[in-house]
Each structure stands twice: as C-alpha cells, then as structure tokens.
C-alpha cells in the first residue's frame, strides 16, 4: 500500500502526456500485485537484442533512443512499457513507428526522472540474496512475469526490486526441491554423448544462463532429459570448448586496451562450507576498461558456485564473454 501512494504521488508531478505513460506502470504494479502474472499476459513480445542493429538501419529519432537502451539505466523498461502501452506486438526498435520513437523521446526525460530507481544499497540487498540458487530462480520467473524479463536491477524501479525481496522473504514463492545429484548426472551424461548444444539451447530459450543443473530446480532439468532428442546431436565442437572463457575475455581485451596484462583482471573468491559447489568467483575488469566501455555495461561479473577455485573462476569469465558478445565486443 506504501508502495503505491509513493507511485500515485509521483504520477502527480508530471505533466498531463507522461501521466498519462506512468499511470499504465501504476495499473502493471497493481495486477502484478494481485497475479503475479499481468505483464506476462499483456506486454509485447520482449526486447531481442538491441545490440544487434546497426546506426545505418535507423532513422535519426530510432538511433537516439538505441541510445538511451544502451547507456542509460531504467531506459529498456520504460520503452518496453511504452511500447506495451501504446498496443506494439514488438519493443524492436526496427519494427516501431518513428512517431512513436519521437513520442518516447520526448516523455523520457520527464519519465526517468519520476521513477525511483533501485538503489545500490538494494541491488546490494537483491544480489546478496541471489547467492542462492532458488532465490536467483524465483528471480528469475519474478522478472519474467512482472518485469519483461529484465534482470539487471539497475534497470528497474525501486518498488520492483523491494516487492520481489518482500515476497521472497516471506515465501511467497512456496519450496522449490533444486536438482539431485542423480538427475544432474543424467543431464550431463546426455551432454556427454552429443547434446551439449541442446542443453545449452533449452536453458537459453527460456532465458536462463547458467549452464550447472544443481543451479535449477529437478523439474527443470528432467524437462530437459525427458524432451532430448537423440537425432538433433553436436555436428561439431563449440569453439567455447576449444578457448577457455578465460582465454576469449583475455583476447577482447587486448583488442580493447593498449597494453593489456591478464594481470589487470581481478578475481574475487569466496568459498562457503558445503559438501559441493563450494566455491565462487567475482570477475572486476580492469580500470581503464570501465572508463571507455558503455555506462551500461556490468563492471562485476558473478559466476555460479562450483566445486573447485578453477572452475568458480572460469565460469565468472564465462558470464563476462555473455556480456562481451551481446555488446560486439567478443
């Protein structure tokens, strides 16, 4: 209720044109608040890569708001509000009308600045709980249901990333039984005989990245065992498994910095006592990398938890190649 009189006294302030765009955020809050579900069943299609098109396919008024989704925090949800706002069947900037880039244009600044963003206190709050596995997959669904499948907390309102806490905190998402050894072990053993691809496919699809089965849920993993298909195998070794992500994150950067030393990258451990996956590392690139890459770009990278140093380190560089290649870095 607090939440929703702070949103309502934040509708007040604006002009007539982006009242009129925040008060749907105020109406998505309050079904997400009853369902869960609302933005599931009413938003368009999410955002594919913004990454992907070039200046050269768009208009001036397109190019500016690539822009914004690139460098500026919080601007990828407001555009896919709007966009669901004004009844898009996509959020890709080269399907919409100009008009109606011009539109968000104009209404942006008034928007962004109306909206509390997360703090990094809270992103603090949110990412010390997502060191568990269920909290990361019940963040997960959260933000595929409430949030266009926005993950990154510093793209998202404040209200948002506390009413998920809330609701974790108080198991609003009920139990949640993570994967056996057991079962995890059929899923690799299926990789091992040629689905590597197929298993790295499944998790992506449905927007997920880690590519550990103890990381998910069992029901999620023998999803996957009980769709394999035996006829659909590797043709071919993925050039990841040739290249260490180590090897591939140390290559982007000597592209992108003068002089560069493996050594200007830090890895971060920490090691909790369980039998298994004991171990996890946080990736920090180098200085004078956050000084030229976009203001949107991650600065840390978080690897799963793993059984050893090596392979907690190994996954962190992984998540930081994800991010490379989404940025045409890698």
Known sequence: M???RRWAGLLAALSASVAASLAFVSRCQMHA??????VQRHACPKLESRRQITEQDLVEEKRSVRQLLLNKNGAVWLWQMFCTEKGQRTADLID???????????????????VEWASEDLIRELNEERMSPLAQWHWANYCARNCFSIRNPRNLPSAVVTDFLERYRGGAFGEVALCSEEVASK???L????????????VRDKD???????????????GFIDNFDPQDLDDTIPREQILSSRSILNSALARLLKGFSREEVTYELENRDVKNAKHRATLVLPGRAQQILP??????????????DGAAVEDAAREAVTAFKAYGIA
């Open 96 to 114: 919409i009308p100009v008009q109606l880039a011009a539109q968000f244009l104009s209404a942006f600044t008034g928007a962004h600045a109306a």
């Open 33 to 38: 608040a009853r369902d869960g579900g609302w």
């Open 191 to 202: 990789q091992k005989k040629g689905g590597t691809e197929q298993w790295k496919k499944y």
């Open 187 to 189: 899923a690799k053993d």
């Open 2 to 4: 607090v939440q929703r």
């Open 208 to 222: 997920f990245r880690s590519l550990d089965p103890l990381s998910y849920p069992e029901s999620f993993v023998q």
């Open 295 to 308: 203001e949107s770009f991650p600065r840390e990278f978080v690897g799963d938890w793993k059984r050893t």
